[in-house]
């Protein structure tokens, strides 16, 4: 591991010197990161056994939903308690090595990357549902959509060993085609998707079918498409703070203020991996069902093996 990649770790990280004005941040991070971790991997779980039970989604969008709660739950059982054990050796002022700091960021872009791109193939997917409607199906198969997911994670690994080779220019230019991309994608789809949600709305009016099947089917869609657009817009609101932070700290502007915003920056980011169970059960009505469904079921057998 070179001696450059630990420099440009170390500059985002707080020293022993900075103890006095972070310690506050130290404990209210460290308090809040341990909450989350729990969270995050309680209520992905859930989510995904939901999933998993749901009869009304297609196993294309189960398959890449599955993906997406795998990436969260990652975060809450390895990012998540790395992070913890960071804040607390900083509470001792204890400095670990740069090993463990290149190893907590390429565990954290593993996860980060999946989720993202994970959350980029979801809306193309609802953007291709609502797009080609009744071709949907025959476009979009389980195999196809099998295939993305093994990419998104190989993708995902790919990232975190260019650390490892040394590789920091290229890993640095693979992360931005990743996010300018992936965003300018997201937006162009979401974008799409509101013109031909209009069309067919006018479309569909004109015959005068409002009650047709057609008519719940493509709401239906419009919903789903809705709710990965808010997981979509919690990814970017979470993960802005951080990525202000990683442009903006360097040598020549390292001061307190900017580590304890950088500290701060990071327990928002791995809060998103709590917050997309909620918007699942918020905009999902499928999944919302099959959530209630499963918890209902556990709360009568937990009575029942009380009896």
Not at 75 to 82: H, K, S
Not at 269 to 278: D, E, G, I, K
């Amino acid at each position: 591991m070179s001696e450059l990649s630990c420099e440009e770790l170390l500059q985002y990280i707080p020293s022993i010197s900075d103890f006095k004005d972070l310690r506050s941040s130290y404990i209210v991070n460290c308090v809040l990161n341990n909450f989350l971790t729990h969270t995050a991997i309680v209520s992905n779980i859930v989510t995904m056994l939901a999933i998993r039970k749901s009869s009304s989604l297609p196993n294309t969008s189960k398959t890449l939903l599955l993906s997406l709660a795998a990436s969260d739950i990652g975060v809450g059982f390895f990012v998540q308690p790395f992070y913890t054990s960071l804040l607390v050796n900083w509470l001792q002022q204890n400095n670990p090595n740069c090993y463990a700091y290149v190893i907590f960021r390429n565990i954290g872009f593993l996860f980060a990357t999946s989720s993202f791109l994970s959350v980029v193939a979801v809306s193309v997917d609802r953007f291709l549902a609502v797009h080609l409607h009744l071709r949907y199906q025959e476009f979009v198969t389980h195999k196809r959509v099998v295939v993305v997911v093994i990419i998104i994670w190989l993708l995902s690994a790919t990232v975190p060993l260019l650390t490892l080779w040394n590789l920091h220019d290229v890993q640095r230019l693979i992360l931005s085609l990743f996010g300018i991309t992936g965003i300018l994608l997201t937006t162009l789809i979401y974008m799409r998707i509101y013109f031909v949600v209009r069309r067919h709305k006018i479309h569909i009016q004109s015959l005068r079918v409002l009650q047709s099947g057609e008519m719940a089917n493509f709401s239906g869609l419009i919903n789903s498409a809705v709710g990965v657009f808010y997981i979509y817009v919690l990814l970017i609101i979470c993960c802005l703070p951080f990525l202000i932070c990683l442009g903006t700290l360097g040598p020549n502007n390292s001061s307190t203020s900017m580590k304890k915003l950088f500290v701060f920056s990071l327990t928002l980011l791995y809060l998103n991996s709590s917050l997309n169970p909620v918007i699942y059960c918020w905009k999902m009505r499928h999944i919302r069902r099959a959530i209630m469904d499963l918890l209902r079921n556990m709360s009568w057998a937990k009575n029942r093996a009380s009896q």
